[in-house]
């Protein structure tokens, strides 16, 4: 079972940058689709960003596109999320999130996920 752990974040202005980390453990990093999700007070966890293990197929949610990129570094078992012009409403806890079937190349919901990192707040203020 993968072992997440997420770093990176905190408060930053509207329209700021800021970039999570996801530290991964164990022997189930290699060939598994990894991802984000974003909880905001009251509301559903909803998808952010998901890339394969190889880095070759990536999705990413309309509301972020153009501002957020997803990448992956398999040597050092670490998934990133880089968020750009950061908007107050997306004021949230980010969970990273890791498959548990190479099968499963990507995804774009919480099927098929099988190992959750603890989360990490993001605050944007107005």
């Known amino acids: 079972q993968a072992q997440l752990v997420e770093s990176g974040g905190g408060l930053v202005q509207a329209g700021g940058s800021l970039r999570l980390s996801c530290a991964a453990s164990?022997?189930?990093?290699?060939?598994?689709?990894m991802g984000w999700f974003r909880q905001a007070p009251g509301k559903e966890r909803e998808f952010v960003a998901a890339?394969?293990?190889?880095?070759?197929?990536?999705r990413v949610a309309n509301s972020v596109r153009g501002r957020f990129t997803i990448s992956r570094d398999n040597a050092k078992n670490t998934l990133y999320l880089e968020m750009n012009r950061l908007k107050p409403e997306e004021t949230a806890v980010y969970y990273c999130?890791?498959?548990?079937?190479?099968?499963?190349?990507?995804?774009?919901?919480?099927?098929?996920?099988?190992?959750w990192g603890q989360g990490t707040q993001v605050t944007v203020s107005s």
């Open positions: 999130a890791a498959a548990g079937d190479e099968s499963l190349v990507v995804f774009t919901t919480t099927r098929g996920v099988a190992s």
């Open positions: 890339i394969s293990w190889s880095g070759d197929t990536i």
């Open positions: 164990g022997r189930t990093f290699r060939r598994y689709a």
